[in-house]
């Protein structure tokens, strides 16, 4: 089953044949009357997509660009869940407010100056699903991505967009579950399973592209049909020009990675072997491209009762290497990497840790522990060298897994909880 509750860098080369390489190689003016434009828009169900195109009369004036929402002051009941920064300054939170009359309403909060104040904007009209399946209302959402102030998104296994800052938000139908979305440079992916809300199914996930400031989705990659979940998983990364999916299953997938040097070329993307095949018996949890180089990669081994061997592989001109073992404690969870080789690996089991390495991996210290219980965290990934997010817990019931954002402003070495009000 393919599903993995791991989380990228919120916001993250191969040369193809029989090697691969880790490397990105290297207005007219007129007097006449304008035509009219013709507008194609494209609907998507999951067995048909259907296509009109209407003509558009010529504009003569130039509509006036989205500001950012002012918003107004966060929910007491405010509990996190997922997070992205856009910059060192700018981030948004989706949780739920628990003291709405359903008891827990999709809530949206954004800070423009690195979480010391936030404010609450609109939400879609949809139910936040946390990672037990814990659900209220259909459509259900988890996870947020930004691009920037104004463009994002909030899926999971639903998707809706805005690209006004939140002040309006967009339901898309892309004909299946989103599992996973990133955005960098000028695009967002997504990777969609056939699968509906809390069900296991046998399909072909598929990887789906758009211009991050709007625009229709389009196919750009459908992977092997494999067993297939809609709940959502580690699967994407991204680091424009360059980007990382995984469509072929869990574990060991049978049939790789697939890369590509230019997310602006949609046929692009090529077969990527497995990281985590370098080591016998180890499968992949998670993988981040931290720059346009290099790729680090989370993999398991052999797990005894709280604990599992873990390994990080980095994957670099064509080659993949073992660099070295986090800590036992806990199952894989989430992988962080800077360019300058700082990481960061989130486990859980009796407890929730974050592990740190400073030296590309070679060497592990424990930075911090949670005697939890082994609640976990989401959505684990640097913004800048120096300034990293995670969340720390479970919005919304059971309410002993309280939930809240931690963040680091000294590449990972502290971590402080940071209010959302």
Known sequence: MLCMKLVPDGRRLPTFGAVLVLAVCASSCSSSPPKASRRTTTTSTRRTTSTTTTSVAPSTTTAPSPTVPAGSPVPSGFEPGSVTFVSATTGFVIGIDSTCAAGSCVALARTSDAGSTWVSLPTPPAGYVNRFGNSANAPAVSEVRFADALDGWIYGPSLFATHDGGATWQQLDLGGSVVALETSGRFVDAVVSPCSTQETCTGSLRLEQASAT??????????????????????????????????????????????????????????????????????????VAPDVTSLYSLCSGQGAAGSVMKEVVKTQSGRSTVVGQPPPGGDPEGLAATSLGTLVVSAASGASELYRSTDGGVTWTTAVTFADGGIGFNDLGFTTSTQGVVIHGQPGPPDDYASQLLMTYDGGATWQAVPIA
């Open 214 to 287: 709007g625009g229709s989705f389009t196919t750009v990659l459908t992977g092997p049909t494999v067993q297939s979940a809609s709940e959502g998983i580690f699967a994407l990364s991204l680091h424009a020009p360059v980007g990382f999916v995984n469509v072929s299953g869990v574990g060991s997938p049978q049939h790789g990675l697939w890369a590509t040097r230019s997310l602006a070329n949609p046929s692009g993307w090529n077969p990527f072997p497995d990281p985590c095949a370098v080591s016998a018996e180890y499968s992949l949890d998670a993988f």
